[in-house]
Every structure is written in structure tokens, then in C-alpha cells.
């Protein structure tokens, strides 16, 4: 039996079920360090399943769950926010409403600001972020039942001051807290227990956030179906200087930005990689030091081409989650890779197209080389 696909639709506060809807044309993704989002077209047949859209799809207060179903049963394969519909007529008044929606993060992202002044002073880092997150649901209406657990801790303490002048997202301080040299990966997973009770939970990486206790082999010719593995080195840097915020208590001189070291990757230009600067702007971080980890984090990551590998597989109730580790097996004979290759990688990213006609389920997986 094929995969079948149905939309849960859901108070966004409460999770209670509204309505279970069919929808076409459907696509998601989902990624570890940015939001995912789904789209499709939820068919109009007639007046009464207008009516239930209309009256429950209610963009910014309606939680969306995509449930694939099997012969082996029923799974959860991607939870958001509802933030767009558009009621669409034809030429014959025949409607469609195609949606789109985003991952949970979005809301962290783009609609929770601090309006209060916060600050932690040698702070567990795991911390501090549910700290942010706690903050976020502590208001009335901002409750949506984000589960944290507390007992883990990365060991790693942070020094932080985030001000409500700046009125910054909450998620944005998340990701500011992700991308200094050693800090922690974050997502909101979706899952439901044994008994079918849906579950919205905070994941920390201590830095990184891994799934699984060994590594997926794919191997291609097998269940690969296809692969990309590319390499950009636009953005690369063996150089880098990042610039902080602008900081002055005499009115009489020029106002300047902190500046961080200049750090130069020297073994990469001993091995004969050229001079190839980078920068960043941090325009809130007051703390030289908060501002250095930040260039070292970037830097780090600049240091060598941009390279995303895509593998596509058939989707399966099996297919690797994000945080899982695969090993990519490539025969040799391959018109590319003679010699064949083994390699392994994370999966930080994936993109479904449900079956739809003659369309296959199929999955790409993001990589991400460790």
C-alpha cells in the first residue's frame, strides 16, 4: 500500500484537533539551524468543507500537523504554524485554498521579542536558551506548551546581556547563542508518545544535536536514487574580523564598533590556499570576548568550501532523521568517483514531495560532513 497523507488541524495553543483535512501539491522541509515549512492546496469540493476551512484554518492561530500513513501505521513527519491561505476561485467560482506554514521555530524567529532587559553572568549555556524560551511562553497567550527538559547541561558558561532597546526575537538570540565557537544547536521537535499524545519539546545540542546510536549506510546503486555533492567556495574565508556594537561614553571623540582580533588561518596559507578575508557584524554584542568566540566560530566555518550534499531516497518510516549520521556508499565505477567513495556525513536537512500520479515518495537528505 502506498503512503497516504493527512493535514491535522490544531489550536495552535492547546494542540486540540479541529479538523483532519486532505491536501495536494504537498512539499515540506525541515532543517537543523533554520525554520522548515510546508505547502499545499487543500481541495474545496463544496460549501460545507469551505466552511471548515474558513472557520478553522486560521492563519497565526492554527498549529498544522502532516501524518503519513502505512500499512505499518500512522507517523507525524512535520509540525508548524499556519501563516498564510488564499482562497482561490477559478473562472467558475471552483475554489482551492493553498497554505503555507513553518516549523514552530517561526514563532520564536519572527513573533516573540524581549521587551524586558535580560542578563546571566557564568550561565550554563543550555541555560540560558531555555531561559529565552521560558521567557517567550511567560506571558498570557504566549504558552505553547514548548517542553524543556532542565537536567542537561553543556558545561560551557556564557556571560549574556540582551537588552529590550534593542527588541530583539527570541529566536534570533538562540541562533546568536548557536553561532559562537562551541555553542549549542536548537530546534523544536514535534513527536507523539506511545499513547498518541503529541509532544512539542526544545532540543539542545551540546554542540551538536545527534539522533541514533550508529550510522545509517546508503549506498548507491541501492536506495539512493540520486546525488549531489557540491562544492562553493564563494563565501570562504582564511581570514576573518568581526565587528561588535558601537560603544561610546565620550561624547567628544568619533563613535567606533569593538573590533575582534584579526585572525589568520596561517597553516591554511602555508599549504597555499590565497588570502581570502571575511567578515560579520554582530551590532548588539558589548563583550569583547562574547565578540572573539563569534569571529572564531566564523572563521571556522569559512575556512573551507561550502559543501551541502543531497542524496535522494525513497521516503520510508526508516528514512534518517535529523541529527542521524549516514555513511554514503558510492560504487566503484561511478563515472566520478572511479575509486568509488565512502564517506560519512550528518543529516542536517531534508525535503519531502509526497507520491502524487506517477511522482514517487521521495526524500532529499542535507549533509553535512563530520
Excluded at 31 to 39: A, E, V
Excluded at 80 to 97: H, I, K, N, Q
Excluded at 333 to 338: A, H, I, K, T, V
Aim: charged share 20%; aromatic share 6%; with cysteine.
Amino acid at each position: 500500500m502506498a503512503a497516504t497523507y493527512s493535514l491535522l488541524v490544531c489550536d495552535l495553543r492547546t494542540d486540540r484537533l479541529l479538523e483532519r483535512l486532505q491536501l495536494t501539491g504537498c512539499s515540506y522541509d525541515d532543517y537543523i539551524g533554520k525554520t522548515g515549512s510546508l505547502s499545499g492546496t487543500v481541495p474545496i469540493p463544496d460549501r460545507a468543507t469551505a466552511r471548515r476551512v474558513r472557520d478553522t484554518m486560521l492563519p497565526g492561530r492554527t498549529a498544522v500537523h502532516l501524518e503519513r500513513r502505512t500499512d505499518a501505521g500512522a507517523a507525524l513527519v512535520w509540525s508548524g504554524v499556519l501563516w498564510v491561505r488564499t482562497p482561490t476561485a477559478d473562472d467558475r467560482g471552483l475554489y482551492t485554498c493553498p497554505i503555507i506554514a513553518a516549523g514552530f521555530e517561526s514563532w520564536l524567529r519572527g513573533h516573540r521579542m524581549l521587551t524586558d532587559t535580560l542578563a546571566w553572568a557564568g550561565a550554563d549555556q543550555l541555560a540560558i536558551a531555555r531561559a529565552l524560551v521560558a521567557y517567550a511562553q511567560g506571558v498570557p497567550g504566549g504558552d505553547l506548551g514548548i517542553e524543556m527538559d532542565a537536567g542537561q547541561m553543556s558545561g560551557v558558561l556564557r556571560d549574556r546581556t540582551y537588552l529590550a532597546t534593542d527588541l530583539p526575537r527570541v529566536g534570533d538570540l538562540l541562533d546568536q547563542l548557536a553561532a559562537v565557537d562551541g555553542g549549542p544547536e536548537w530546534r523544536i521537535q514535534v513527536y507523539a508518545d506511545s499513547t498518541g499524545v503529541r509532544h512539542r519539546a526544545l532540543r539542545l545540542g551540546t554542540p551538536l544535536l545527534a539522533s541514533g546510536s550508529g550510522d545509517v549506510v546508503l549506498d548507491q546503486p541501492g536506495p539512493v536514487r540520486g546525488h549531489a555533492l557540491p562544492e562553493d567556495a564563494t563565501a570562504m574565508a582564511t581570514a576573518w574580523q568581526s565587528r561588535g556594537a558601537t560603544i561610546n561614553s565620550n561624547q567628544a571623540v568619533d563613535s567606533l564598533p569593538i573590533m575582534s582580533p584579526l585572525l589568520v588561518s596561517t597553516s591554511d596559507i602555508a599549504a597555499g590556499w590565497p588570502r581570502l578575508d571575511g567578515s560579520s557584524d554582530y551590532s548588539t554584542v558589548t563583550d569583547p570576548a562574547t565578540l572573539a568566540s563569534h569571529a572564531t566560530a566564523d572563521l571556522a566555518r569559512a575556512r573551507r568550501t561550502v559543501a551541502i550534499p543531497t542524496v535522494t531516497i525513497l521516503s520510508s518510516e526508516t528514512q534518517p532523521p535529523l541529527g542521524s549520521y549516514i555513511r554514503l556508499r558510492i560504487a566503484a565505477g561511478d563515472l566520478w568517483y572511479s575509486e568509488g567513495l565512502d564517506a560519512r556525513y550528518r543529516v542536517v536537512g531534508l525535503k519531502c514531495t509526497p507520491a502524487e500520479q506517477d511522482r514517487p515518495d521521495l526524500t532529499d537528505l542535507y549533509l553535512e560532513a563530520t
